[in-house]
């Protein structure tokens, strides 16, 4: 019965959501999803007027509903340019939730989400793991940008190539701190996220050692856990709650006055989704989200906006580094102008505009492996605007992006490294 009413509080809510569509079609320009197939059902608006009969449609075609509402980035591109204001990202994770909450989460995710990422100590036992042995089935690729290939793993994963597992994950290093304010009179709090633990420690490590040489004090608990968004995403609500939880839980031991991430995708779904995907908590849950999320800020920002450095004169021999703009740091957040302030913080580069900077790179998280073919062809229109620019490294603030690009770059051979603006920041310090 509490199921059933969930089911039908968000199956309201979206309905609510659903009515400020004017069906414009301004979305149609900016859908990457749209300039690959030209379907209308590929597009917002589409997708909006099928959610419009949701109840009966879920009864009548369920899968069908599924399959168009899953074949989106969660880019947001669609919500940043709406003249009506309509909230798409809010309105297509509700959708799923009340899809996946219907017809049940399937063996395979359920397994994932519930049985390991749900249990961040398991999860991180089962990946340091798996990391002893990743070499045993993949063999190097490119050895400026670190990637991989695997023939072993192509039936599940394709031809892309890996960045796999570190072989030290940035909680084993770090497994806890709480350092007081320095010079800078700030103490801030630091959520890596998953990729930037597991795969990209380096990113996490460059992060502290900028924070540390401005004298900025730091608390960084244990226990961390997915922001939950690879759970959202696919429609588990349940899963997503507990992460949610997890986290407010360790982060309330701590005092701060921000909390850091260096993944745009994290810094989204902590700010924005966090208090919209929180009616179904209790009141005190739902305080804690809001007080929490207004904390939520991307580490570009906070050193470019709080600390308030100057970027130098670059060097005449200055390396061109070209920027990538992650979706969920421009169009979600509004940052765009602080990565680039990052990077001239390091006289050694000089920014080099790619274009459509701000275009999607084809990740989307899972729709990497639902809708691979897609997400490659738009992953290669972003590796084509890279290489035009000669830019010798390209960087973004998102290690989600990090992993579609670097898997572009080394399917074509190119030689650019891919790097976070905090990277290239740290090398000067």
């Given at each position: 019965?509490?199921?059933m009413?969930?089911?039908?509080?968000m199956?309201?809510?979206?309905?609510?959501?659903l009515?400020?569509?004017?069906?414009?079609?301004?979305?149609?320009?900016?859908?990457p999803i749209?300039?690959?197939?030209?379907?209308e059902?590929?597009?917002?608006r589409?997708?909006?007027?099928l959610l419009?009969?949701?109840?009966?449609?879920?009864?009548?075609?369920?899968?069908?509903?599924?399959?168009?509402?899953?074949?989106?980035?969660?880019?947001g591109?669609?919500?940043?340019?709406?003249?009506?204001?309509?909230?798409?990202?809010?309105?297509?994770?509700?959708?799923?939730?009340?899809?996946?909450?219907?017809?049940?989460?399937?063996?395979?995710?359920?397994?994932?989400?519930?049985?390991?990422?749900?249990?961040?100590?398991?999860?991180?036992?089962?990946?340091s793991?798996a990391?002893?042995?990743?070499?045993?089935?993949?063999?190097?690729?490119n050895?400026?940008?670190?990637?991989?290939c695997?023939?072993?793993?192509?039936?599940?994963?394709?031809?892309?190539?890996?960045?796999?597992?570190?072989?030290?994950?940035?909680?084993?290093d770090?497994p806890?701190?709480?350092?007081?304010a320095?010079?800078s009179?700030?103490?801030?709090?630091?959520?890596?996220?998953?990729?930037?633990?597991?795969?990209?420690?380096?990113?996490?490590?460059?992060?502290?050692?900028v924070?540390?040489?401005?004298?900025?004090g730091?608390?960084?608990?244990?226990?961390?856990?997915?922001?939950g968004?690879?759970?959202?995403?696919?429609?588990?609500?349940e899963s997503?709650?507990?992460?949610?939880?997890?986290?407010?839980?360790?982060?309330a031991?701590?005092?701060?006055d921000a909390?850091?991430?260096?993944?745009?995708?994290?810094?989204?779904?902590?700010?924005?989704i966090?208090?919209?995907?929180?009616?179904?908590m209790?009141?005190?849950?739902?305080?804690?989200?809001?007080?929490?999320?207004?904390?939520v800020?991307?580490?570009?920002?906070f050193?470019?906006?709080k600390?308030?450095?100057?970027?130098?004169?670059?060097?005449?021999?200055?390396?061109?580094?070209?920027?990538?703009?992650?979706?969920?740091?421009?169009?979600?957040?509004?940052v765009s102008?602080?990565?680039?302030?990052?990077?001239s913080?390091?006289?050694?580069?000089?920014?080099?505009?790619?274009?459509?900077?701000?275009?999607?790179?084809?990740c989307?998280?899972?729709?990497t492996?639902?809708?691979?073919?897609?997400?490659?062809?738009?992953?290669?229109?972003?590796?084509d605007?890279?290489?035009?620019?000669?830019?010798?490294?390209?960087?973004m603030?998102?290690?989600?992006?990090?992993?579609?690009?670097?898997d572009m770059?080394s399917?074509?051979?190119?030689?650019?490294?891919?790097?976070?603006?905090m990277?290239?920041?740290?090398?000067?310090?």
């Open positions: 019965m509490s199921d009413k969930e089911l039908l509080r199956l309201g809510e979206l309905d609510d959501q009515v400020s569509c004017m069906r414009c079609g301004m979305c149609q320009a900016v859908c749209y300039g690959q197939t030209g379907r059902t590929d597009v917002a589409g997708k909006i007027a419009e009969g949701l109840a009966h449609e879920m009864v009548k075609d369920p899968a069908g509903v599924q399959d168009k509402v899953t074949r989106c980035l969660l880019c591109s669609c919500q940043a340019n709406c003249p009506s204001g309509v909230k798409g990202l809010d309105i297509f994770l509700k959708a799923r939730a009340i899809l996946t909450a219907y017809m049940g989460l399937p063996t395979v995710k359920k397994l994932i989400f519930r049985g390991m990422l749900t249990k961040p100590g398991l999860f991180n036992n089962l990946l793991f990391s002893k042995f990743q070499g045993l089935f993949t063999t190097p690729a050895d400026i940008i670190g990637s991989s695997s023939k072993f793993l192509e039936p599940v994963l394709g031809d892309r190539h890996l960045m796999l597992l570190a072989k030290t994950p940035l909680h084993k770090v806890s701190l709480d350092t007081p320095g010079k009179g700030l103490k801030v709090a630091f959520f890596p996220g998953c990729l930037a633990d597991k795969i990209f420690p380096r990113v996490g490590h460059a992060v502290l050692k924070l540390n040489h401005h004298g900025v730091v608390f960084m608990p244990a226990g961390q856990a997915c922001c968004i690879p759970a959202l995403s696919s429609g588990d609500k997503y709650d507990k992460l949610v939880r997890a986290n407010l839980a360790v982060f031991k701590g005092k701060f909390l850091l991430t260096p993944c745009a995708t994290c810094t989204s779904t902590m700010k924005k966090w208090p919209t995907m929180a009616q179904g209790s009141p005190a849950e739902q305080e804690a989200v809001r007080e929490l999320s207004a904390k800020m991307d580490v570009n920002a050193v470019i906006d600390l308030g450095l100057t970027p130098p004169k670059a060097n005449d021999d200055a390396i061109a580094v070209t920027v990538h703009d992650p979706c969920h740091l421009k169009k979600s957040l509004g102008a602080q990565p680039r302030a990052v990077l913080l390091n006289p050694r580069y000089k920014v080099a505009e790619m274009a459509a900077s701000d275009a999607c790179c084809g989307g998280g899972s729709f492996l639902t809708h691979a073919d897609m997400s490659a062809r738009i992953g290669q229109q972003k590796r605007n890279i290489k035009n620019t000669g830019a010798q490294v390209v960087a603030g998102c290690p989600a992006c990090m992993l579609q690009i670097s770059l399917r074509n051979g190119d030689r650019v490294s891919v790097k976070h603006p990277e290239i920041y740290a090398e000067g310090l």
